[in-house]
T-cell receptor, first 112, second 109 residues
Framework: DGGITQSPKYLFRKEGQNVTLSCEQN?????MYWYRQDPGQGLRLIYY???????QKGDIAEGYSVSREKKESFPLTVTSAQKNPTAFYLC???????????FGPGTRLTVT | KQEVTQIPAALSVPEGENLVLNCSFT??????LQWFRQDPGKGLTSLLLIQSSQREQTSGRLNASLDKSSGRSTLYIAASQPGDSATYLCGVNNNDMRFGAGTRLTVKP
């Protein structure tokens, strides 16, 4: 079964701690994306990667970091520098010459 | 910067009604537009993708239209069912995808 997996589904952290969200895809897609979704708002782009070992900042990259060491994996670290990290985080991917994005099930992060 | 607006923010209809969801965007130089469905606490499921050269796309009871020059797209749902209850988002592709805040649809039995 091809698809995008995100783990865990729910994540709880204390303020001041870094936390890493997992995103894995077995669709052989080149590009991967991280979005943040807040209640009543559209998705906002955090980081994206078009190829392995390369990634670009999106609109709201401050307080986040990523890596792309493997084509299948694009983990997102929410650092203590992110002022308001509680949100729903969505990972997506797409083929190189396509604009159609496919989304994972999301991770809900709560920081207290 | 592309701005995407979806109206209405919420919509409640009785089962069986036909309905239209709206999406407007400010920059008409788009590659395509994608409609998604999102159930509570879940990821996005792609419903329809319309290329910039197309006027509409159909899938079952869903029909999406695109008027690039006026910066509008509509998602038409025929014969709505309670299972259609979800939030519907449109994503507009220039160089990257911009999303509206979505329309939360409730179909009452």
């Amino acid at each position: 079964d091809g698809g995008i997996t995100q783990s865990p589904k729910y994540l709880f952290r204390k303020e001041g701690q870094n936390v890493t969200l997992s995103c894995e895809q077995n669709l052989n897609h080149d590009a991967m994306y991280w979005y943040r979704q807040d209640p009543g708002q559209g998705l906002r782009l955090i980081y994206y990667s078009q190829i392995v070992n390369d990634f670009q900042k999106g609109d709201i990259a401050e307080g986040y970091s990523v890596s792309r060491e493997k084509k299948e994996s694009f983990p997102l670290t929410v650092t203590s520098a992110q002022k308001n990290p509680t949100a729903f985080y969505l990972c997506a991917s797409k083929k190189r010459n396509s604009y159609e994005q496919y989304f994972g099930p999301g991770t809900r992060l709560t920081v207290t | 910067k592309q701005e995407v607006t979806q109206i209405p923010a919420a919509l409640s209809v009785p089962e069986g009604e036909n309905l239209v969801l709206n999406c407007s965007f400010t920059d008409s130089a788009i590659y395509n537009l994608q409609w998604f469905r999102q159930d509570p606490g879940k990821g996005l499921t792609s419903l329809l993708l319309i290329q910039s050269s197309q006027r509409e796309q159909t899938s079952g009871r869903l029909n999406a239209s695109l008027d690039k020059s006026s910066g509008r797209s509509t998602l038409y749902i025929a014969a709505s069912q309670p299972g259609d209850s979800a939030t519907y988002l449109c994503g507009v592709n220039n160089n990257d995808m911009r999303f509206g805040a979505g329309t939360r649809l409730t179909v009452k039995p």
